[in-house]
């Protein structure tokens, strides 16, 4: 079974930046998705960027709020995908999540697409 490990949250001020990872285990598919998403208390659970695992071409996707801040990448070597954030803002607080798809393409954020979940890193930003 795949299993997902966040790390990497923490208390940062407004403009920092914070890399968060998710180690991914047992993820036997050539080919499919992790995405990050977060949840802030009372809002519902939003996709923020997902990128396709096992393209050559695979080319990462983000929602327009983070698009210009957040950058999400992978290390094959490591297992290991990484969303940095940088120009952090108070409205960033949140748990923040990795998820895996059993699809071997990457899918919308809709959180029924996306079968694995990790445990979830806080996040807290300052003003």
């Known amino acids: 079974a795949v299993q997902l490990v966040e790390s990497g949250g923490g208390s940062v001020q407004a403009g920092g930046s914070l890399r968060l990872s998710c180690a991914v285990f047992g993820y036997t598919s050539r080919r499919g998705c992790v995405g990050w998403f977060r949840q802030a208390p009372g809002k519902q659970r939003e996709g923020l960027a997902r990128?396709?695992?096992?393209?050559?071409?695979?080319?990462?996707y983000y929602v327009d709020s983070v698009k210009d801040r957040f950058t999400i990448s992978q290390d094959n070597a490591e297992n290991t995908v990484y969303l940095q954030m940088n120009d952090l803002k108070p409205e960033d607080s949140a748990m923040y999540y990795c998820?895996?798809?059993?699809?071997?393409?990457?899918?919308?954020?809709?959180?029924?697409?996306?079968?694995?979940w990790g445990q979830g890193t806080q996040v807290t930003v300052s003003s």
């Open positions: 990128i396709p695992i096992g393209f050559d071409d695979g080319v990462p």
């Open positions: 998820a895996a798809t059993a699809h071997d393409f990457c899918p919308a954020f809709w959180t029924g697409n996306w079968n694995t």
